[in-house]
């Protein structure tokens, strides 16, 4: 039975092959990499990928620190300046309108744009520089400065007597060409006989409808009422009659940035949402230039809720207001109906408020003149509080004289508003001086120089005719300013995201697509970003005390550019310029940030035709000073160019 065979198994049937003759050939070989090893490997990196993936996460969340990093540079500031200051560095951002702007809105309020897109844009443009200083001084949240001990000055001039001087001077319209039209010239044609303040009334409100009808439309005034304008007006006309005026604004036409409340206009701050109601109670502004018998002849446009240094404001109920210099130009912002309204001659005298340039950018791009007080020295109460330590009220009118009138009747303490309670009182003295003799005049040349070189060469030869009216320019060096930029810029909006809050929340798109991507930017910044910014308030503001004690004033252009171009698209969903929002207040942070009064005059134009400011700064209390500079600053401009829009009330 061993020897015997099984049989041999079944035949499958298949299909039979032709043979090839030669030797059968080998079997392929597998290559490394070849779709079977592929085949065989990827059970392998699917099981892998899932474990690397929870313990990459493990890591993150629960294993690698995420509060801090022992290998972080912190650049410890010591109690002085941190080495010399360069040139200011501009911002790196796209200027975005359009679907580009649509899109940019939508995704920086997403996820991603909080977690990737805005910390990239943040680091960019050094915004998180805050991050990496260790700075001990104790934070400064509010730039209330107490009044220094100042010389007797019991027999110097009232603000009266100097009011009487400006006043009762001869009026810049005797001079040949163009002049823009003041208080005085008012003043004259009321006291003559010539005209009544109920005849000026009139030509205002046609001239308001024309306003509206032009193409393109102003837009300088977006609240009006022709009732309200002849009621007061005929007011003022009898107490002329009767020779029993209030102020020297007895008359004087007048307009409030839309920020502020007006009865009976609706407090709409530039937005949609805002302001349902008629106001029923006025702003202590307001109130106080009622009291001074001035016509209110309505609110001003402006930047939708202060966000924009433009004026850009496409909503249905403002549209952009033109600067009357260029109608294709913007006028500035956030006060940029208040602005345009003075420059096209609608009225002498606007209010606006200023918290990072919002008074002296418009009043810069338009010609005319621009006051922001030290921070408290004029109400805001009434107004929204936007950012509380970085807003100061002030006048834009015609000319320096107009702003220290203006200043010498708001400026006082208000029991309403917890802010410069404490402040001196109000002076003009020496402002009437025939010269700047004793005056010293700072000059931080490497920061002075960051602007357009047509205007640095208008402002270099406006700080010569000062020195020939007897000041001396002294060299000083403005610390820290990067600092101080980037720290203006985390209190701004992050004091503006506070208070907005329940508006971002519940008005989300109603507001312009610019404001929701500045405010978006805001939710960037931190508790700690916001401390250490206002520790970066207190060594500025004691670097800016050691300074003035070597010089009166610190001199600067107004503005780096003049006004930019309005674009078509602009119209329609706005813009948004990062770049040059942050460039047009390169001169402006510094005295919002420290609380100091700044005041821009206008010196000249661009070879476009467009207006040149140069800025005086001086320290917390003194705007006489600032005032006295820029009443001799005014004669440097051999003349003044007239706008393209323009309306002559008086004629």
């Keep these: 039975m061993a020897g015997r065979q099984s049989p041999p198994p079944p035949l499958r049937s298949r299909r039979l092959r032709p043979l090839r003759a030669g030797p059968a050939p080998a079997p392929p070989r597998q290559r490394e990499g070849s779709p079977g090893g592929s085949t065989a490997m990827a059970p392998l990196l699917l099981l892998l990928l899932p474990l690397l993936s929870a313990a990459a996460a493990a890591y993150l969340c629960c294993g690698r620190r995420y509060t801090g990093s022992a290998a972080a540079v912190m650049h410890r500031r010591g109690p002085r300046p941190a080495g010399p200051t360069g040139p200011p560095r501009d911002l790196w951002a796209p200027r975005l309108c359009g679907a580009g702007l649509r899109l940019f809105v939508h995704v920086a309020n997403t996820a991603f744009g909080q977690i990737c897109l805005l910390p990239f844009l943040m680091r960019m443009n050094n915004f998180s520089l805050m991050r990496s200083l260790d700075i001990h001084e104790d934070p400064t949240f509010i730039p209330e400065v107490a009044a220094g001990v100042t010389e007797d000055k019991s027999e110097a001039e009232s603000p009266s007597d100097v009011i009487k001087q400006l006043t009762d001077a001869r009026s810049d319209s005797a001079r040949s060409g163009f002049s823009f039209k003041g208080i005085k010239d008012y003043l004259e044609c009321y006291r003559s006989g010539k005209l009544t303040p109920t ?60 920020e502020f409340k007006v009865v009976p206009y609706h407090h709409r701050v530039g937005t949609v949402y805002l302001g349902t109601q008629p106001e029923t109670e006025d702003a202590t502004v307001a109130r106080k230039l009622r009291e001074a018998g001035a016509i209110i002849i309505g609110v001003s446009n402006m930047h939708e809720l202060g966000t924009g240094t433009t004026g850009c404001n496409p909503n249905r109920y403002h549209k952009i207001p033109r600067n009357p210099y260029n109608p294709n130009h913007f006028t500035g912002g956030s006060s940029s109906g208040s602005a345009a309204a003075v420059a096209a001659g609608l009225c002498p005298v606007a209010i606006g408020t200023d918290g990072g340039g919002s008074v002296r950018i418009p009043a810069s791009f338009c010609g005319v003149v621009g006051l922001k007080g030290t ?64 005056l010293k005049l700072g000059v931080d040349w490497t920061f002075f120089k960051a602007c357009d070189a047509e205007i640095l060469s208008a402002c270099e030869k406006a700080v010569k005719h000062l020195q020939s009216l007897g000041a001396s320019v002294v060299e000083v060096s403005l610390p820290e300013m990067e600092e101080a930029r980037v720290a203006h810029v985390i209190c701004i909006l992050s004091e503006m995201r506070d208070f907005l809050q329940p508006d971002f929340n519940k008005h989300f798109h109603e507001m312009n697509l610019e404001t929701r991507a500045s405010l978006a930017l805001a939710c960037q910044f931190t508790a700690l970003d916001y401390i250490k910014a206002n520790r970066q308030r207190t060594r500025s503001m004691r670097f800016l005390q050691e300074i003035f004690s070597t010089v009166n004033c610190i ?31 390169r001169f402006m942070q510094l005295g919002n940030f420290t609380g100091i009064p700044g005041l821009v005059v206008p010196i000249g134009y661009s070879t476009a035709g467009l207006p040149i400011s140069l800025q005086v700064m001086a320290k917390w209390w003194d705007e006489a000073v600032l005032l006295r500079i820029g009443l001799k600053l005014e004669q440097f401009r051999d003349q003044t160019k007239k706008p393209s829009i323009y309306y002559d009330i008086l004629a």
């Design 199 to 258: 005849q000026v009334a009139k030509n205002i409100i046609a001239m308001l409808e024309d306003c509206d009808k032009s193409t393109p439309p102003l837009r300088a005034i977006v609240q009006w009422d022709p009732e309200q304008i002849m009621l007061m007006a005929e007011a003022s006309t009898t107490r002329y009659r009767n020779k029993c005026t209030l102020s020297c604004l007895d008359g004087i036409p007048v307009c409030l940035k839309e």
């Design 555 to 585: 001199l600067t252009p107004g503005v780096p550019c003049t006004a930019p171009r309005i674009y078509e698209s602009d119209l329609l969903t706005g813009s948004s310029d990062m770049t040059c929002t942050v460039r047009c207040m």
């Design 375 to 438: 921070f408290g020295r004029i109400s805001g109460h009434g107004s929204l509080p936007l950012s509380y330590s970085t807003v100061s009220v002030g006048p834009i009118c015609t000319s320096v004289a107009d702003a220290a009138i203006v200043y010498s009747i708001l400026a006082e303490p208000d029991l309403l508003y917890p802010y410069g309670l404490k402040q001196p009182k109000a002076t003009l003295s020496d402002m009437c001086a025939p010269d700047l003799k004793g």
